[in-house]
């Protein structure tokens, strides 16, 4: 981390949590970030879900909510950018304080609970996306909504003109009853509905679904059928967690998902579960805890062919998606691995 980014982390750490989110988007917007443009090496370059990266390491949902610094975080080192979660309608979301930085854990607690510009906010924004960049976004539902599933079509039919993926989100903790849609009959009608839009739009775009961490064996067993009968095209695991376990910073109780460290060996555990259940068939998109080069080579060991990344940055600066995605290439050199794909699930048993 450059001195300048040491230095800007430690002013936004004497803010408010979100004002301070606030402040990195504006810094942003001003050119204030490390522009290496994205990491890429033979080693790096992969294909996942029909999607060509340049690395396999992407921006999580959730930081730029509503698309405001797509070309400078397509810049930045990333292999790939998902935005949102972006609802039919413009929604405050939940009341502040509802977001809080737990220092001493390297975590965070969210409840935003889908606050956002709206699909038309985000779908003038996409339209002036860089065009050699990896692009996703990730699909909500408006909290008062009285057809959920039809919110994520809404959303997906408004923006896949400029979009290279789009996420189904039914796993966030902050939305009353969301998690609902992950029972495997919700899950297969969601699913239908936005594969059938999908599937009548001009071209092809890659579906993924983005999975709660707290799940049982049973549940991740429904949705790696529900997974497979509706085709979709990767899996994301995870989201955010509701345990608490071994947290020591004074806001731990805060309701709301808890994202950041902690949460590395429950995502990795249950990302190796699921690429048991779906025997490589159904890529993988490995999230929740990493930090550093090693955490991303052990979820692709356990069976991501991609992951992403968010929390880590309120601690190590945006910097770090261009240092990870290099100890990465250094990582699968010293083990032999040619390309990333001959790493994917080589160690899966381990997590088991």
Not at 143 to 159: I, M, N, Q, T
Not at 239 to 247: E, F, I, Q, Y
Request: aromatic letters at 4%; charged letters at 25%.
């Amino acid at each position: 981390m450059k001195l300048t980014e040491k230095l800007g982390l430690a002013v936004l750490h004497r803010m408010d949590p979100e004002t301070a989110h606030g402040m990195s988007i504006r810094a942003l917007k001003s050119g204030l970030a490390p522009a290496p443009g994205p990491v890429t090496t033979p080693r790096l370059k992969t294909v996942v879900a029909g999607l060509t990266l340049p690395n396999p390491i992407g921006l999580a949902a959730g930081f730029d909510k509503n698309g405001e610094v797509l070309a400078p975080l397509s810049r930045a080192g990333f292999g790939f950018v998902e935005v949102g979660a972006v609802t039919p309608r413009p929604q405050p979301g939940n009341p502040k304080p509802r977001l809080f930085r737990l220092t001493e854990d390297k975590a965070a607690i969210n409840r935003f609970g889908f606050n956002n510009e709206g699909m038309g906010v985000m779908a003038k924004r996409l339209a002036d996306r860089p065009k050699d960049a990896v692009i996703g976004l990730n699909l909500g539902a408006n909290k008062d909504s009285e057809d959920r599933a039809g919110d994520f079509v809404k959303v997906l039919a408004h923006c896949a003109e400029h979009l290279d993926f789009a996420t189904v989100n039914v796993s966030s903790p902050n939305t009353e009853k969301l998690r609902d849609l992950q029972g495997k009959a919700a899950l297969t009608a969601l699913l239908s509905g936005v594969i059938e839009t999908r599937d009548a739009l001009p071209r092809r775009l890659p579906i993924f679904l983005k999975i709660a961490p707290d799940l049982t064996e049973a549940e991740l067993q429904d949705i790696a059928e529900v997974a497979r009968e509706t085709g979709v095209d990767a899996v994301i695991a995870t989201n955010t967690t509701l345990s608490r376990d071994g947290l020591r910073s004074a806001q731990k109780d805060e309701s709301g998902g808890l994202s950041g460290a902690p949460l590395f060996e429950k995502s990795t555990s249950v990302l190796a579960q699921l690429s048991k259940l779906t025997d490589g068939d159904i890529p993988l998109i490995g999230v929740g805890g990493i930090s550093n080069a090693e955490q991303a080579y052990a979820k692709i060991c356990a069976g991501a062919s991609a992951v992403q990344f968010y929390t880590a940055m309120v601690y190590g600066g945006i910097s770090l998606a261009a240092d990870i995605a290099k100890g990465l290439d250094d990582l699968l050199a010293r083990d032999g691995f040619d390309t990333v794909s001959q790493a994917v699930g080589s160690k899966r048993e381990d997590w088991l």
